[in-house]
């Protein structure tokens, strides 16, 4: 019984060994189902976004690797561009400095850029490179003429300092200041002598004076600041000394010269067509009551005429109808009822006559009261 009961109980223990092993087998693998399945759900999101995180970020890194490329290809075009501008700059201002033909060039251009942008109109209110001829007959050629209503000219010329002033402005100490800047001022004092020895004013219909454009701002005022006295004696050469400000102020009042002119042609003009227009309605008046008159008289024809035919004694139509009831004439042509009625053809002869006695005589005493009364209308006012 024992050994039997030993059997008994490993037979027990294995096959219970064996179930716990498979109990524990089938636990084992639902639990690494349901752990996997819990764990897909879980990682799921998180691994679409961090898809969508490296798919972002690889386009953030491609369009800022293109970026940079597009970037630095400008930044070489930009450094080559000033490159270029600082190369060109620093051969206009050599040019500019030792060149007194491009400094000459340079302020006719900005005097006709300062022309183009007034409302002056070129060819009409101004001329550029004006031939005028002097008394030895040289050719003598301003910048600019300026035209001015009444057929006056007002001449600009464009007078360039700009060496001694470049080197006023550079100088680093005040002695080196100093001697630019008298040179400077010398300079348009020269320009001032020589403008006032071609006596341009003197050549055209022109106010007393001519100007000289300084095209740079800052080179007028240091002169003027330097030297006040340049500006008066240069008035007494006749040259007015202009700088770009105190240019369009003038060209602003010629403007206002041409307006005001052409507003008074235009005045004119309508006080013309304004006469005209009178005088033709007084013609007009003349030739309409010279018509009533023609009317009239053409009227007063044709009630003669039409008494002739119909309405007076022995009218046409009347001895007519007699002549033909006299005479038996045959015609199927006749007069229409009305105008027999109006000539009085249907009526008896010595009758008629004695209504037509008696309509002429209250036809007279009608006409002669009408007399009367008007008479005595006219006495009483």
């Known amino acids: 019984e024992k050994a039997e009961r030993e059997k008994l109980e490993e037979t027990f223990r294995a096959q219970f060994k064996n179930l716990a092993t498979e109990i524990l087998g089938e636990h084992s693998v639902r639990f690494r189902q349901t752990s996997q399945e819990q764990i897909d759900s879980l990682l799921k999101p998180f691994r679409d976004n961090i898809t969508d995180f490296r798919k972002r970020v690889e386009e953030i890194y491609t369009t800022q690797t ?43 251009m900005l005097l006709e850029t300062i022309l ?52 006023y402005t550079s100088a680093e100490s005040e002695e080196e200041r100093r001697r630019h800047l008298a040179a400077h001022v010398a300079s348009v004092r020269q320009h001032v002598a020589e403008l006032g020895r071609k006596e341009y004013q003197r050549r055209l219909n022109s106010p007393d004076f001519v100007i000289m454009f300084v095209p740079n701002e800052p080179a007028f005022l240091a002169a003027l600041q330097n030297d006040p006295a340049i500006w008066a004696d240069a ?75 119909c309405t007076g004694n022995d009218n046409i139509v009347r001895v007519g109808e007699r002549l033909r009831k006299t005479a038996s004439l045959q015609t199927k042509k006749r007069h229409s ?18 209504t037509e006695s008696a309509t002429e005589s209250a036809a007279e005493t009608a006409a002669k009261s009408a007399a009367e009364a008007a008479a005595t209308d006219t006495t009483a006012q």
């Open 235 to 309: 008035y007494d050469r006749k040259v007015i000394v202009s700088s770009p400000t105190n240019l369009f102020a003038l060209l602003k009042l010629v403007a206002d010269l041409w307006k005001y002119n052409d507003q008074d042609k235009n005045t004119k003009e309508i006080a013309a067509c304004g006469l005209k227009l009178y005088e033709q309605l007084v013609a007009f008046t003349s030739s309409l009551e010279g018509v009533g008159t023609a009317l009239d008289k053409a009227r007063d024809a044709y009630e003669d005429a039409h008494k002739r035919l």
């Open 116 to 167: 183009d942008s007034s409302a002056l109109i070129k060819g009409i209110h101004y001329q550029t490179q004006y031939n005028i001829k002097d008394e030895e007959g040289r050719n003598l050629r301003p910048d600019v003429v300026l035209h001015l209503p009444e057929k006056k000219d007002i001449v600009i010329d464009s007078k360039v300092s700009l060496t001694a002033f470049v080197g």
């Open 337 to 354: 009822a009305r105008t027999l009625e109006i000539a009085g053809a249907d009526q008896d002869p010595a009758a008629l006559s004695a």
């Open 66 to 108: 293109s970026q940079r490329g597009e970037l630095k290809a400008e930044l070489k075009n930009l450094m080559e561009l000033n490159r270029r501008i600082t190369a060109e700059t620093t051969n206009l201002t050599n040019a500019l400095k030792g060149n007194s033909k491009v400094q000459g060039d340079w302020g006719e």
